[in-house]
């Protein structure tokens, strides 16, 4: 994916092994990693490793992961170059080495059943949230927006409010 946000989150909530990977020269990588995202890598990935900076976003990245509790796995940092096929069976490779890692500590199962709870309450809130479109069209629901916007009404109530008429218990 492009980016890093909470798309990137959501995707590491469905895989067993998330490769972060990382260009040098975008100015913003080091700042989302602060910001947390460093969080969800299992493997970490310089590429375009060819490229001026590189070397120093691999020393950043290293300094950051330093920064980790002691005794913490802390993900491989790996340089590549893509478009030319460098380093991509030491990728392979070190994606094995976690996977190891996971049916070997257990963490497999623990990150199964984490991904499939995330899974089971994203899919019933989509459905709950389809349900309560359905049910409320016009009505009700414009009517709880109306008394938000005028401030007549706080979120959280008119939440209670509107979940108290599709009698959902």
Request: proline share 4%; aromatic share 0%; no cysteine.
């Amino acid at each position: 994916t492009v980016g890093a946000g909470q798309d990137e989150v959501e995707i590491a909530g469905t895989a067993l092994t998330t490769v972060l990977v990382n260009n040098p020269g975008t100015g913003d990588d080091i700042q989302a990693m602060k910001a947390g995202i460093l969080e969800i890598a299992d493997v970490l990935v310089v590429n375009k490793a060819d490229l001026p900076g590189a070397d120093t976003l691999a020393s950043q990245l290293r300094a950051l992961l330093s920064l980790s509790p002691a005794g913490e796995r802390r993900p491989p940092i790996l340089k590549t170059i893509a478009a030319k096929d460098e380093g991509m069976v030491e990728l392979a490779d070190a994606v094995d080495e976690h996977r190891q890692f996971l049916r070997e500590s257990g963490g497999e199962r623990k990150r199964r059943e984490t991904n499939a709870r995330h899974q089971l309450l994203a899919t019933a809130q989509a459905i709950l949230l389809e349900k309560i479109r359905q049910r409320t069209e016009g009505g009700n629901l414009e009517s709880l927006v109306a008394r938000i916007a005028d401030r007549e009404l706080d979120p959280h109530t008119a939440a209670e409010e509107l979940i108290a008429t599709l009698n959902l218990g």
